[in-house]
């Protein structure tokens, strides 16, 4: 492999990282960053979505999406041609990237409630001819209406989702290992979801069923990085049955680094092209999952991996190994 692309060379063969080391600093460093991102997605906590900003799946209302050419939308003639229209909750956003499209047009979308007495696809068909008298040449590329009955059983179902999975993997790692695997899984899954809803509250980011998808995909990144690092430590403790648990699982971390970092190399390529080029609602789902790589790998070394070294685990016979602090199961 590494005759066709030399950079696979820089990696270097074998390490010998002493992560458990700085176990209890980053973990120190993890519960504080979850403890600020459920702040900032529950607060303020009178809104529906918290310090989320939802979109129209989960809040209801309506939603156009346009373009222009050769000039770019001018996102202040859109705002003053809703609120001459009267359309309550208008917002207006621009995601377009120079170059992004092909074809040179440049994108907006506008999102709003409806005009008081007039069904959400009368409300779309007059401000679409608003936007048309006012800005000229539009091209509409997207229209969405959702009920609020709607988007209430949206987001209830999100989340569901997303506990569902969490739960199943759970049960699935407690099954093929034991079960202080299984809870070190579940709380680096809580990890990353709780992280990856923080940068949706601190960017701003519209936070949709794409996002869900996104986040139902890190939740799948992650547990397969896991278990790639546990199926090395379980390997490990048969093999070597008197080497001290923080020691175990530096190397197994160590023996599996160079296959997580190609995995992750790999996906963020495509994910990076993806966030630049995407546009629209493949953005937020192409950031989402950059971040979600990079923060699920954190946890598999970082919360996963240590959270063993608080309960201990049994050793494939009937010694077994002692909890032990955080921090001193290395060798100075």
Not at 155 to 180: D, K, P, T
Not at 187 to 204: C, K, R, S
Not at 228 to 257: A, C, F, Q, W
Request: proline content about 5%; glycine content about 10%; charged content about 15%.
């Amino acid at each position: 492999m590494s005759r066709f692309w030399p950079l696979i060379k820089l990696l270097p063969i074998k390490t010998n990282f002493r992560f458990v080391r700085y176990a209890k600093l980053f973990g120190s460093l993890s519960v504080l960053l979850v403890i600020a991102s459920v702040f900032f997605t529950v607060w303020p906590a009178d809104n529906k979505c918290g310090g989320l900003t939802c979109g129209v799946d989960f809040l209801g209302g309506n939603l156009i999406e346009m373009s222009t050419a050769p000039e770019p939308v001018d996102l202040a003639e859109i705002r003053a041609s809703l609120n001459q229209q009267g359309v309550p909750d208008a917002q207006v956003q621009s995601y377009s990237v120079p170059g992004s499209d092909p074809t040179g047009r440049f994108h907006a979308m506008a999102k709003f409630g409806n005009l008081e007495g007039v069904t959400a696809g009368e409300t779309i068909n007059r401000v679409k001819a608003g936007l048309t008298e006012d800005l000229g040449a539009v091209q509409f590329t997207r229209t969405e209406a959702v009920g609020a009955a709607v988007s209430g059983e949206l987001l209830q179902n999100g989340v569901m989702a997303l506990l569902v999975a969490i739960v199943l993997m759970l049960v699935y790692i407690w099954f093929r290992f034991e079960w202080q695997f299984g809870l070190g899984a579940v709380i680096g899954l809580f990890h990353d979801v709780i992280l990856t809803f923080g940068l949706f509250a601190l960017t701003g980011m519209e936070f949709s069923l794409t996002a869900v998808a996104s986040i139902l995909t890190v939740i799948g990144y992650s547990m397969n990085d896991t278990v790639v690092v546990y199926d090395r430590i379980r390997e490990n403790l048969r093999k070597y049955k008197k080497m001290p648990l923080g020691e175990l699982i530096d190397l197994s971390i160590n023996e599996t680094l160079s296959r997580t970092i190609m995995t992750g190399v790999t996906a963020l390529f495509a994910l990076t092209v993806l966030a630049v080029l995407g546009g629209g609602p493949l953005q937020p789902f192409a950031i989402a999952l950059i971040f979600g790589i990079v923060v699920g790998t954190y946890s598999s070394v970082y919360v996963a991996a240590p959270v063993l070294l608080l309960w201990g685990v049994k050793r494939g016979g009937p010694d077994e190994i002692k909890p032990i602090k955080l921090g001193m199961a290395s060798r100075p």
